[in-house]
């Protein structure tokens, strides 16, 4: 499942807008990580996850939206005594000044807001920022403005509104959020833990 609700991803003509007053994306600045006890099946190698698999796909989601697949991935972290990988900082670097910085944890608690920086302006996407209703755009001398868009339901019924549309329209992927995209993702978290010395193996059974 998506992890960025497909609400965030059509990008309607008035977010357009909105994109075009604070300039070309320069730089985005995500942050998740709640607290967890480091003895949770989050953090066991047998259940293939960590602060990478479990958190970090919204941070590295949420940059590959709004810049594309960067050119290289630059990790550092560290691990639980399991093997685990507890928190991580990443580097997307795309090669040509754009950049974003991200932070996921399952050891520290962190705001889970993020930051997108423009030519001319920025905007900030208050907690939770992978399911926001909620973004302040910052330009210039002008007045911070808030734009508000509830959700529907409790927000997955944005990815439902989606993967009907496209079921009725004979698709088999999504514009809104497609197969590349997700395996760009995959491949991203997959460097960033080979960075940091995570070794994810199948269970027995699916080897």
């Known amino acids: 499942m998506d992890p960025v609700p497909a609400r965030d991803r059509r990008r309607p ?14 730089a985005g600045r995500p942050r998740r990580g709640p607290r967890v006890r480091p003895g949770r099946p ?21 940059a590959q939206m709004l810049l594309g697949t960067p050119d290289r991935v630059v990790a550092a972290g560290s691990l639980f005594p399991s093997g685990a ?16 910085t991200l932070m ?3 050891r520290n608690a962190l ?13 900030d996407v208050p907690p939770r920022f992978h399911h926001p ?6 330009r210039g ?25 496209c079921v009725r329209a004979g698709r088999t992927e999504s514009s809104v959020m497609p197969l590349a995209d997700t395996l760009a993702v995959q491949a991203l978290l997959g460097e960033a833990a ?14």
């Open 13 to 26: 003509r008035a977010d357009r807008r909105r994109r075009h007053r604070r300039g070309p994306v320069r």
């Open 42 to 62: 989050a953090v066991r190698p047998g259940a293939g996850r960590g602060a990478l698999l479990d958190l970090g796909v919204y941070v590295v989601n949420f």
């Open 85 to 100: 990988d507890a928190e991580a900082s990443l580097l997307l670097d795309h090669g040509d000044g754009r950049s974003a």
């Open 104 to 106: 996921t944890s399952l």
């Open 111 to 123: 705001p889970g807001q993020a930051r997108v920086f423009g030519t001319t302006g920025w905007i």
């Open 133 to 138: 209703s909620t973004i302040v755009l910052h």
């Open 141 to 165: 001398d002008a007045e911070p403005e808030t734009v508000t868009r509830p959700p529907i339901g409790a927000g997955y019924a944005h990815e439902l509104i989606e993967v009907t549309e």
């Open 194 to 207: 080979e960075q940091l010395g995570v070794r994810h193996a199948e269970a027995p059974e699916l080897g």
